[in-house]
């Protein structure tokens, strides 16, 4: 795996770019979502991860990113990699289950994530699982398309009622 960084050629543009801009833009050319890795963004720069095989190509072909012209480099040192940032969540449900982890990351009801999972929208460690009812291991990282993703920290208590108390830190 390589890591690419894309940056604005021009010091002022108008437009905010996000996760889902970043991602259009390197599908746009015509490459499939299995060669593009993470996609990090801070400030007005994104890094992200492909194949090392695609790299030249994301460098001499990806020349625009919305309305943004924009100049792709290769990142030789892993200090350029900025670190990702989380935020912490802390909350009850009733049991580990798939569907009530993802509705407490998501501030959502429960219920209303059952239908993500069904679709198979929903990854564990990359796998994709369609079964609301699994439970998730320590350090699992969920990943739910159009949503987000978050790494699962564990229980951290069980309250005086039962729940349990779990730990969650959600991607920014």
């Not at 050629?9 to 015509?30: C, P, Q, V, W």
């Not at 059952?114 to 460690?125: D, M, P, R, T, W």
């Not at 990359?126 to 009812?133: E, V, Y």
């Amino acid at each position: 795996m390589d890591c690419l960084k894309i940056e604005p050629k021009a010091l002022r543009f108008s437009e905010e770019l996000g996760h889902r801009d970043y991602l259009g833009a390197l599908l746009n050319l015509g490459v499939d979502r299995s060669v593009v890795g993470d996609i990090l963004i801070k400030d007005k720069e994104a890094w992200f991860f492909c194949l090392h095989k695609m790299s030249d190509f994301f460098i001499e072909n990806l020349i625009r990113v919305k309305h943004t012209t924009v100049l792709v480099s290769r990142v030789e040192q892993a200090e350029e990699i900025p670190e990702p940032e989380f935020e912490m969540i802390n909350g009850t449900c009733a049991s580990v289950r798939l569907d009530a982890l993802i509705g407490l990351a998501f501030q959502t009801s429960r219920s209303s994530m059952v239908s993500f999972i069904e679709s198979g929208l929903v990854f564990v460690n990359g796998k994709l699982i369609t079964s609301n009812g699994y439970e998730p291991k320590e350090g699992d990282i969920i990943s739910v398309r159009g949503k987000g993703r978050f790494i699962y920290d564990g229980v951290s208590r069980q309250t005086k009622k039962g729940r349990l108390g779990v730990r969650i830190r959600k991607y920014v």
